[in-house]
């Protein structure tokens, strides 16, 4: 049998990829959240990218990579990883939300074509079929505001009903900021929360 080794991205012990935490410098090895990224430089986030890739026998290790390439502003790695992990686990609704956010490459709504915005959001309402979060309803509101309202087309629900909905969910600023960060926009006024 053959049984692979893992290192610890930062200090060089051996670790074990279905844990999260090195034993021994304490860094955070496994990603779960856009925001654990938040702070660390591009060379670490590589080699997590790495330590994780094509691991399909650990849970969740696509969302993983899958981030770590969103982060990096590698947008068709990162929608083929958030494929993956769909696959892999259907019941996660992050991965149907973090592949939306995959589709608008780093763009803003207004700037794509229809069938990517379709995609976009049939993605979110898988994500809202799995569970309601704020994030998910923010990131449709959004979408429904510059796409949709911004050209003048009418949809329902449209983006203040999404937006109330957000709301009512209780919708936080640090998932604001992770919007707005991957997509590269401000609407603080538009959206104020
Ligand atoms: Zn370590």
Request: net charge neutral; proline share 2%.
């Amino acid at each position: 049998m053959n049984i692979e080794i893992y290192k610890c991205p930062n200090c060089g012990a051996n670790i074990d990829l279905s844990k999260e935490i090195c034993d021994y410098c304490g860094v955070h090895y496994k990603i779960r959240t856009y925001q654990q990224l938040n702070g660390i430089d591009s060379g670490f986030i590589s080699k997590i990218a790495t330590l994780y890739n094509n691991r399909d026998n650990v849970v969740d290790s696509n969302l993983c990579v899958g981030l770590c390439y969103l982060k990096l502003k590698q947008y068709s790695l990162a929608l083929l990883k958030f494929e993956k992990a769909i696959e892999n686990n259907p019941l996660n609704g992050e991965s149907y939300y973090y592949k939306a956010l995959a589709i608008l490459q780093g763009k803003k709504p207004f700037l794509l074509n229809r069938v990517n915005i379709e995609n976009a959001e049939n993605c979110i309402k898988s994500a809202i079929a799995i569970q309601d979060s704020a994030k998910y309803f923010f990131l449709w509101a959004i979408i429904r505001y510059d796409y949709y309202y911004r050209k003048a087309y009418n949809v329902s629900p449209d983006y203040k009903a999404l937006f109330d909905n957000a709301i009512g969910l209780h919708l936080q600023g640090e998932d604001v900021k992770e919007i707005y960060e991957i997509i590269g926009c401000e609407w603080e006024k538009t959206f104020s929360c």
